[in-house]
T-cell receptor
Framework: ETGVTQTPRHLVMGMTNKKSLKCEQH?????MYWYKQSAKKPLELMFV???????ENNSVPSRFSPECPNSSHLFLHLHTLQPEDSALYLC?????????????FGPGTRLTVT | QKEVEQNSGPLSVPEGAIASLNCTYS??????FFWYRQYSGKSPELIMS????GDKEDGRFTAQLNKASQYVSLLIRDSQPSDSATYLC???????????FGTGTSLTVIP
C-alpha cells in the first residue's frame, strides 16, 4: 500500500455512459496526477493539480474532465468515451515544494469501454 | 523525438548477476530522474530517485546519472527472480510539474 487509493478498481462502461474515477491520497502531498497507461505505450500524463493550479496535456480529449476539490482528493469524470480510451488509469501524488518530487501511484482503475 | 527512451528488452539475466538498465532523455533542462518497477497487472512502484550527476546506491540498486550525456541507468546487483518486472524510467522537467516516462524495459531473472 502506497497511501494512494483508487476506486473503482475495474470499470466497464458503454460509450454513452457517464462515470467517475476517484483517487484519495493519505500522504500529506500537495500535488496529484492522472495518468493513462495503454499497452506498448509510455505512461501519458493527463492532468496535474498542484497548489490549486491545474496543468493539462493538450492532447487529452474533452470527454475526460478532472476535478480536485482539495489536496487529498482527485476525480476523473468520464463521458461519451471511445473504445480506444480503454486503458489503465493511474492516479499519483507527490509533494511539490519539498524538492524531491517523488510520485507515488495508486493501484489504478482498469477501464474497458464497450 | 521521444522525451525518454528505453530499450524495451526483454533483458534476461541469471540469478545473482548484475542487471543493467539504461535510459536516455531529450530535454537538457530535465532535473529529476526516477526509476519505477512495475509488476504485471500492478501499478508502478518507486525504486529510486536521482538528482545529481554520479551514483546513488540503495541496497542492491544503484542509479547513475550523467547529465552531459543525458543518460541515466539502474544497476541491480545480485538479481533475484522477484526482480523480474518492467522497469520504467521517468524524467521531470525543471519547468512546470510535468513528468515523462519511457516505455519500460522488461527484465527476467532466470533461477
Amino acid at each position: 500500500e502506497t497511501g494512494v487509493t483508487q476506486t473503482p478498481r475495474h470499470l466497464v462502461m458503454g460509450m454513452t455512459n457517464k462515470k467517475s474515477l476517484k483517487c484519495e491520497q493519505h500522504l500529506g502531498h500537495n500535488a496529484m496526477y492522472w495518468y493513462k497507461q495503454s499497452a506498448k505505450k509510455p505512461l501519458e500524463l493527463m492532468f496535474v493539480y498542484s497548489l490549486e493550479e491545474r496543468v493539462e496535456n493538450n492532447s487529452v480529449p474533452s470527454r475526460f474532465s478532472p476535478e480536485c476539490p482539495n489536496s487529498s482528493h482527485l476525480f476523473l469524470h468520464l463521458h461519451t468515451l471511445q473504445p480506444e480510451d480503454s486503458a489503465l488509469y493511474l492516479c499519483a501524488s507527490s509533494h511539490r515544494d519539498r524538492g524531491d518530487y517523488e510520485q507515488y501511484f495508486g493501484p489504478g482503475t482498469r477501464l474497458t469501454v464497450t | 523525438q521521444k522525451e525518454v527512451e528505453q530499450n524495451s528488452g526483454p533483458l534476461s539475466v541469471p540469478e545473482g548477476a548484475i542487471a543493467s538498465l539504461n535510459c536516455t532523455y531529450s530535454d537538457r533542462v530535465s532535473q529529476s530522474f526516477f526509476w519505477y518497477r512495475q509488476y504485471s497487472g500492478k501499478s508502478p512502484e518507486l525504486i529510486m530517485s536521482i538528482y545529481s550527476n554520479g551514483d546513488k546506491e540503495d541496497g542492491r540498486f544503484t542509479a547513475q546519472l550523467n547529465k552531459a550525456s543525458q543518460y541515466v541507468s539502474l544497476l541491480i546487483r545480485d538479481s533475484q527472480p522477484s526482480d523480474s518486472a518492467t522497469y520504467l524510467c521517468a524524467v521531470r522537467r525543471s519547468t512546470g510539474n510535468q513528468f515523462y516516462f519511457g516505455t519500460g524495459t522488461s527484465l527476467t531473472v532466470i533461477p
